[in-house]
C-alpha cells in the first residue's frame, strides 16, 4: 500500500512547487456524530463572523491576546487539543518577546495550520494570495495582516520577500510556509530559500515549527491535510467530524540569519524534519518531493503513545 501520488503536475514557473499528495494520503480517524458536526460548525461561524468586529474594538495593545483567544476557541469548537512541544534552549512563552522580530518557518499541511499556530502566539501569515477572497476566512485574514503571495507570478516573489522583511525589522512575528504548497503530513517538499531572504535582510531570527495532526491514540493523522483536488468544504467536513484530534506544535532551537538563506533554509529543515529525512525504506522520491508508505508507518506506530 502507497500513497496516491502521481508526480507532480506542471506548474506555471520552476519555482512553483506542487506536491504529489492526494485523497489517497488521507486516513480514517473516529467521528463524531452529524449532530455534534453540526453544533461545531454554528460555533465556529460565530467565532468567525465576530472576530473582525471584536478586532477592531479591542484596544491596538491588547489585539495579540485577542486573537490567540479565538485562534484556540476555533480549534476547541472542532473538539481538538492544541499541545506545544518547546524544545529551544531558552523556552518561552512564544515565538518571541512582544515587540521582537522573528520569522517562524514551518511544513504546511492544510489551512488549519494557521489556527494552531496562532493559537501558540498571534503571526502575520504570507499566504495565498485567494485567501482574501474566501468568505467569511477573507476578512479574517485582512484582520490578521495576511501578506499575500499569488504563486503563479513569479516576479512578484521580490516584492512580498521586501515586504516580509520590512514587517520583521518592524519588530513583527510573521509565519512563512517555505515549501510552497500544502502536503499530507506524512509526505513533505523541500525547504524553498526565497522566504529566508526577509530575515537575512532584516537581521531578525528564524523560528523553525514542527506541525503535526495526532489521532487519540498519539499516530501521526493526515485528516488536517489540504491535498490534491480536495475542496475547501471536504476538508472543514473532515474536521467538523474528526474525533479526539491534537494539533501539536513542536518549537525546535531557533536558527540566526547570519548566512545565506540557502544555508539557512537546509538548517531549518534539518531542524523541522529530524530523522524524517533520513533514507529509508519505504520512501517514495520524486524530483524534491518524498512519499512515504503508509503501510510502514502503521506497522512500526505503538497502539498507546
Known amino acids: 500500500m502507497v500513497f496516491d501520488a502521481p508526480p507532480a503536475t506542471a506548474t ?6 506542487s506536491s504529489p499528495c492526494g485523497c489517497g494520503c488521507l486516513t480514517d480517524i473516529d467521528q463524531v456524530s452529524p449532530a455534534v458536526a453540526v453544533a ?16 477592531v474594538l479591542t484596544p491596538r ?11 484556540r476557541a476555533v480549534l476547541s469548537c472542532l473538539g481538538m487539543r492544541l499541545r506545544v512541544v518547546d ?3 531558552v523556552p518561552g512563552r512564544g515565538y518571541a518577546e512582544p515587540d521582537t522580530g522573528v520569522l517562524v518557518v514551518a511544513g504546511h499541511i492544510g489551512w488549519i495550520d494557521v489556527v494552531a499556530m496562532a493559537g501558540v502566539q498571534p503571526l502575520g501569515f504570507v499566504a495565498r494570495a485567494d485567501l482574501i477572497d474566501w468568505p467569511v476566512l477573507g476578512r479574517l485574514a485582512a484582520a490578521m495582516r495576511v501578506i499575500p503571495i499569488d504563486r503563479e507570478k513569479l516576479r512578484q516573489l521580490p516584492g512580498v520577500v521586501a515586504q516580509v522583511a520590512d514587517r520583521l525589522a518592524a519588530g513583527e512575528r510573521v509565519a512563512a510556509f517555505p515549501e510552497g504548497t500544502t502536503w499530507c503530513g506524512r509526505a513533505y517538499g523541500r525547504m524553498r530559500p526565497a522566504m529566508f531572504q526577509a530575515a537575512v535582510d532584516a537581521r531578525v531570527p528564524v523560528q523553525p515549527v514542527r506541525v503535526r495532526y495526532l489521532d487519540a491514540d498519539g499516530a501521526q493523522s493526515t485528516v488536517g ?3 490534491g483536488e480536495d475542496s475547501f468544504g471536504d476538508s472543514v467536513k473532515r474536521l467538523l467530524l474528526a474525533k479526539g484530534l491534537v494539533a501539536e506544535i513542536t518549537l525546535a532551537p531557533v536558527e540566526h ?3 545565506d538563506r540557502h544555508t539557512l533554509a537546509e538548517r531549518c529543515e534539518q531542524a523541522i524534519r529530524g530523522t524524517d529525512r533520513a533514507d529509508r525504506a519505504g520512501w517514495i522520491a520524486a524530483a524534491h518531493t518524498r512519499v512515504q508508505d503508509p503501510g510502514l508507518v502503521e506497522a512500526t506506530t505503538p497502539a498507546h503513545p
Do not use: C, E, N
Request: glycine content about 10%.
Open 225 to 227: 491535510g489540504f491535498v
Open 40 to 55: 461545531r460548525a454554528a460555533g465556529i461561524a460565530g467565532l468567525l463572523v465576530s472576530y473582525p468586529a471584536f478586532h
Open 257 to 259: 540569519s547570519d548566512t
Open 61 to 71: 495593545a491588547r489585539r495579540g491576546a485577542v486573537q490567540r483567544r479565538y485562534a
Open 12 to 17: 506555471a514557473h520552476p519555482w512553483m512547487p
Open 87 to 89: 524544545k529551544r534552549v
